[in-house]
Structures are given as structure tokens and as C-alpha cells.
């Protein structure tokens, strides 16, 4: 079998495991929040009660709990996790001290819903919004899909991206780093631009169980309707949502039927 391109991101993702809980210090003017102790005993607390990774699934890249200096991460194969990454000027430096507080407790359920209403108000230049750019998106996150993950939903709206991944055998990490990391280079060039096109963390939640799975698919493909983009969300073209058939399957759900 051909080496997975996600292979030598996985092998550098290991190289800097032993670092991914050092604390750094905070600079005032930066337009991403800093590394903080409440968030780095957050992550002790739930690596004592909650799975956490074999020396096997280590040196695969599964960290389990961990942070990335901005937000909690769960790691795990086998699981489905909701994933939210937004373009870099959705959180400007002037106005940290209305989007701060939101990144801070963004896993709360309250935080998440105004969050949501941050991103669905058009922050920053929306490059996502230009059909080329949203398309590139789109193609890559569909690339290795069947192959090294599974996607179970996605929506590519004006500045950020909603997808529901089911992971197998590479961890999120690299998978979230190679997605963002090919886009924001092709976007570029496409926009004819240079500089940070992604914010550097992301957003994930571990899907519960197969009710959390479907309210999971609702919300990702019904955004477009949130945001007032379309009146249906087959009308959206950058979702799952106009690729499912009658019976709501997708193409891959199809396959030998």
C-alpha cells in the first residue's frame, strides 16, 4: 500500500510530542490567546478520569487529552469528532476582549453558541466566501477521505470550516495540520497573497454516540441556513449536504447498493 501523505507529518507531530505541554509566556500584542496554567490543569484533570493513550498509540501520534496552547484536544482512534478551524483574521487583536472569553471556555455548550454567532457574522475578509478558494478547500479535505479518515458531514463557509471526521488509524493532529497547512498555501496563491491564511488552533468535540452523530450532521449541513446564506442547505455548495441522494446517504454510503 502506498505511504499515506500524511505520513511525514505524523513522524514530525512525534518528534515535538514531548513539548506539547510546555507552557510559554504571554505576549500582550499577539492576536492569538496565550498558553495558561488553568488551561494546562484541564488537561491533567481529564487525562486522570478519561482514556488515555497506550505507549503503542503514542508513538502512532495519539496524545489523548492534550493542548496546543489555546484550547483542550482530544486524540483517540476509533472515534468521531466535530471539528471547527476558522481563518486567521476571524479573532483581530483590536477586539480580543470580545473574542477572548469565548476561546477561553469554547467547549461549554453556552460559549460554543456565541462563538457560532461570532463566526456567522462575517468576521475578517471571508476569503472562504470566494467560490475558488471554498472549492480547494473542499477538494483537499476530500482527497484522502475513504483512505485515511472518514467524513461524515463538512460545510466550508465565508471564514471558517465545520466538518464531523471519523478517525482510523492517523491521528487528528496531523490530519487537521495537513488540511490547513495545503489549503492556506494554494489559497494564497489563488488570492495572490502571502502571510497566515488559518488561526492556528482549532476546535474539536468528541461525538458521543450515534444521537450525538446526527445532531452532529444537522448542525454542520443546516449552518448555511443559520447564517441566512441559503434557504435550504442542498442549496449550499460547499457542504455534504448536496451530495446526499434521497435516502440522506452520502456517495460512499451508496457504494454496493
Not at 104 to 114: F, L, N, P
Not at 122 to 131: H, K, N, T
Not at 139 to 164: C, K, S
Amino acid at each position: 500500500m502506498a505511504e499515506s501523505p500524511y505520513t511525514p507529518r505524523l513522524k514530525r507531530d512525534q518528534a515535538t510530542l514531548h513539548i506539547a505541554m510546555e507552557p510559554t509566556h504571554s505576549n500582550p500584542n499577539r492576536s492569538t490567546p496565550p498558553k495558561n496554567l488553568g488551561l494546562l490543569k484541564l488537561i491533567r484533570a481529564k487525562r486522570e478520569w478519561t482514556w488515555r493513550p497506550s505507549l503503542e498509540e503514542l508513538k502512532r501520534g495519539f496524545r489523548g487529552w492534550h493542548q496546543r496552547g489555546h484550547l483542550p484536544h482530544f486524540d483517540a482512534p476509533g472515534v468521531m469528532q466535530f471539528v471547527t478551524f476558522v481563518l486567521a483574521d476571524v479573532f483581530p487583536a483590536a477586539r480580543r476582549v470580545e473574542w477572548e472569553p469565548l476561546l477561553k471556555e469554547a467547549h461549554g455548550s453556552a460559549k460554543r453558541r456565541q462563538l457560532e454567532q461570532w463566526l456567522d457574522c462575517s468576521r475578517g475578509a471571508c476569503w472562504l466566501r470566494q467560490p475558488n478558494v471554498a472549492e480547494l478547500v473542499e477538494q483537499i479535505l476530500l482527497e484522502a477521505d475513504g483512505h485515511d479518515y472518514r467524513l461524515l458531514a463538512w460545510a466550508i463557509m465565508p471564514n471558517h470550516v465545520h466538518l464531523l471526521v471519523s478517525v482510523w488509524d492517523v491521528p487528528l493532529v496531523p490530519l487537521i495540520n495537513l488540511w490547513k497547512g495545503k489549503s492556506a498555501r494554494e489559497a494564497n496563491k489563488l488570492l495572490n497573497r502571502s502571510g497566515r491564511f488559518w488561526f492556528p488552533d482549532y476546535f474539536d468535540t468528541l461525538v458521543r454516540d450515534e444521537e450525538h452523530c446526527g445532531k452532529a450532521i444537522r448542525y454542520t449541513e443546516q449552518n448555511p441556513v443559520r447564517a441566512f446564506l441559503v434557504q435550504t442547505a442542498r442549496d449550499w455548495p460547499f457542504s455534504s449536504a448536496r451530495r446526499r441522494d434521497e435516502y440522506e446517504r452520502l456517495p460512499w454510503q451508496r457504494e454496493g447498493t
